[in-house]
């Protein structure tokens, strides 16, 4: 049990600064005049000022009751040491108008404080305060000082007298934002507190007054780092996953992504108790104001003065997210981890590698059949540049088009059932041109919500309106369609056919249904399912017997299956005629490279002669998925597809883990957030037509005995796994 100072219905935190991040502790006194150690202090307060469950005691000085203070007593959570500390103070106070220290000796052989709130509003030198010395004893960390001796200097932030009575437009009864835990250059964590009312109106899940803290969480970051306020102008996504229960005090976490044009770019999560996600917005757009407090107290006379441009807005090394990029690299750098990115290969990367040197089993490259590096289609592609040149050197609209062009959509269209192909230099941007240049402002498009980025950019583009249905959930998106289909012109449904991270495949006959009874347009991505799904590698369409008439856009990739490196669009006549016409990036881009398409034509022609390939990667993926279950690692949803996740549910954890497969000889990359959520931070294995049987024996050994290593409930899928298969086993008995 431990003493911590809260002050008048808000908090006085100590916030430490670290290389790995800011942390915030609780203030700790006591009011006997023994120090106990700092420890940990996050208290929670209700609306009377006051951590639930603890015992509340007077606070004294020298005797003298103070007005306004009390202290709380309740458990601590104990930190480990470190250096290079840098702390300060934050102090909440709902009426800044009163003096509640004065004088150098208010805490008499504790610590010295002197702070007069009584400058008015705003971060002048009125409102700081100052620790001119902080004695041995109160700072002690496992009986060793932490910065005895030293005069430290703490900055004072006054959350409801400045932020809510003086810069924000909220009454007392929409002050979501109850108290900050963390704040960082890149960061913000706060807690919030729900709505009274349970279920909403009509039982919605979305709970307005949290969702309006998440966005007050944002102008606070913006005030304490920049001084301005920051105001929510829009999102690309918001996903509702629960509600939560009335009155309960949530957590708000807040990431800055980028810096636009004056404005903020960020995501938000709002977590339960349990830390259970219940509501996350994604690609918070805020812009930033300069925004005078309500009182004219603050007038010094000199009138308007010009703006200052802050140095984040035209110098690179201060772009917050290049700052946050820098930040993240050196905390890993901190815990030792080097970066498990950039690894340089030094041959063909099919189910080995050469890296540094050492040859590793690869399972980081998605090359599904093995054709790249095949000699059929090395030698097609040798030939190409010999009889081509190594670039086609105009847009193909111009003088650039080759043979080879015709050949490889005619044969990618033929292959799939189409009327017609077009082929670009890139698979993202294929999605990001052609959703940018088909669709506008009054058009919708609805896609999953773990739809590949290069979608999102698409839609991004296209400035139409943007709604995400639930992963995988054709009664989320027929919902959305029943209310938004009627308010726009044109209405495309994005999907992918096998998920890129998850390995889980599109339930497209039932999103058909759908789309047909919408009116609305549908694209399927195939790049992982070319190659992998159908009995031949047709692709989804062939998985799941599906009249290619009923898909407008099939778009898939030359880097996976095809061994080269491209994207196409493959439907009707008329749509690819257009694109070849008006598309963006087809007519302003420069052909695909003759050895390149060269390639793609050798490996789809090697492909649609030798289906056996598709077998035997069918075979090894549902085999590593099987034994990675027995052994009860997380696979997440995967359905037997060469993409396979090993779900570990934190980043440290999952660079540690490519590290040690690393050490076995095993190359294997770790997905952390934002390409993914923090809590399904991943190893993302691709499975080959090359890979044997040992290899993949073997590497899922090896991976169950790391992830045990680090941390055995990183297999807790075991025992619901054997359950199952007991379940089975006694069923087939």
Not at 301 to 329: R, T, Y
Not at 494 to 522: Q, T, W
Request: aromatic share 6%; hydrophobic share 40%; charged share 20%.
């Amino acid at each position: 049990m431990e003493t911590t100072l809260d002050v008048k219905g808000a908090i006085v935190h100590v916030k430490e600064r670290r290389r790995d991040g800011d942390r915030t502790l609780g203030l700790v006194l006591d009011p006997e005049g023994t120090a106990p150690p700092v420890e940990a202090a996050r208290p929670v307060l209700n609306a009377q000022g006051v951590v639930p469950g603890s015992e509340v005691v007077p606070a004294t000085v020298d005797g003298q009751y103070v007005p306004g203070f009390v202290w709380t007593r309740q458990p601590q959570v104990r930190l480990t040491q470190d250096i290079d500390r840098q702390f300060w103070l934050s102090v909440s106070l709902e009426n800044p108008q009163t003096t509640v220290y004065s004088g150098p000796n208010a805490l008499p052989s504790t610590v010295n404080v002197n702070y007069n709130a009584t400058g008015g509003a705003g971060f002048n030198s009125a409102n700081t305060l100052s620790l001119n010395h902080v004695p041995d004893e109160l700072f002690k960390l496992a009986g060793d000082p932490i910065i005895a001796g030293r005069s430290v200097h703490l900055e004072a932030f006054v959350l409801h007298s400045t932020f809510y009575e003086r810069l924000n437009f909220h009454g007392p009864r929409f002050r979501a934002l109850t108290s900050m835990i963390e704040i960082g250059p890149t960061h913000a964590v706060g807690k919030v507190r729900a709505s009274g009312q349970q279920g909403g109106p009509e039982g919605a899940k979305l709970d307005v007054l949290a969702l309006d803290g998440m966005m007050q969480l944002c102008a606070y970051w913006a005030l304490a780092n920049l001084g301005v306020t920051g105001l929510p102008v829009g999102a690309d996504e918001v996903r509702v996953l629960a509600r939560p229960q009335a009155g309960a005090e949530l957590t708000a976490i807040g990431l800055v992504r980028e810096s636009v044009d004056g404005a903020l770019i960020g995501d938000l999560d709002l977590l339960d108790s349990e830390k259970r996600p219940l509501l996350q917005v994604r690609g918070l757009r805020c812009r930033l104001v300069q925004r005078k407090p309500r009182s004219s107290g603050d007038n010094d006379g000199h009138g308007a003065q010009a703006k200052k441009i802050d140095s984040s807005s035209w110098q690179i090394a201060e772009f917050p997210e290049v700052k946050a990029l820098h930040e993240l690299i050196d905390t890993a750098r901190s815990f030792g981890i080097q970066s498990p990115y950039f690894s340089v290969h030094e041959r063909v990367t099919n189910e080995t590698s050469l890296i540094d040197g050492r040859e590793y089993v690869n399972f980081a490259s998605y090359n599904y059949l093995g054709l790249s590096g095949d000699p059929d289609v090395t030698a097609a592609a040798v030939e190409a540049l010999n009889r081509y040149g190594t670039s086609v050197s105009a847009s193909r609209l111009v003088s650039g088009e080759k043979p080879l062009h015709g050949e490889l959509e005619r044969e990618i269209a033929d292959f799939l059932g189409c009327q017609d192909a077009i082929v670009m230099v890139s698979g993202h941007a294929t999605n990001v041109s052609v959703i940018g240049h088909l669709f506008g402002p009054e058009d919708l498009v609805i896609h999953d919500s773990l739809a590949h980025n290069s979608i999102l950019e698409g839609i991004q583009l296209s400035r139409a309106k943007r709604h995400a249905f639930a992963h995988n959930d054709p009664d989320s998106l027929d919902e959305i369609l029943r209310r938004a289909r009627p308010t726009a012109r044109r209405v495309l449904i994005a999907v992918e056919a096998v998920y890129s991270m998850d390995g889980d495949i599109a339930p497209l006959a039932k999103i058909i249904e759908i789309k047909r009874r919408h009116n609305a347009l549908l694209l399927v991505d195939e790049a992982h399912s070319l190659g992998v799904l159908g009995q031949t590698g047709r692709g989804i369409g062939e998985n799941c017997s599906i009249a290619r008439d009923h898909v407008e856009f099939w778009m898939g990739t030359l880097s996976k299956s095809l061994a080269s490196c491209g994207g196409y669009i493959a439907g009707s006549k008329e749509l690819v005629r257009y694109l070849k016409y008006c598309n963006p990036g087809f007519v302003y881009s420069v052909g695909i490279s003759p050895p390149n398409a060269a390639a793609a034509l050798a490996a789809l022609r090697k492909l649609r002669a030798s289906p056996e390939l598709v077998t035997t990667l069918r075979e090894r993926s549902r085999m590593f998925l099987e034994l990675s279950r027995k052994r009860g690692i997380n696979t997440g949803s995967s359905e037997g597809t060469p993409v396979i996740p090993c779900i570990v549910g934190n980043s440290l954890d999952c660079v540690r883990l490519s590290r040690a497969m690393s050490g076995r000889g095993v190359n294997v990359q770790p997905i952390l957030h934002p390409a993914v959520e923090e809590h399904l931070a991943r190893l993302r294995f691709f499975i080959t037509a090359r890979h044997s049987e040992q290899q993949i024996r073997e590497a899922t050994d090896a991976l169950a005995e790391e992830l045990e290593k680090i941390d055995p409930k990183h297999l807790a899928f075991r025992s619901s796994e054997e359950s199952s298969q007991s379940n089975e086993a006694r069923a087939g008995a």
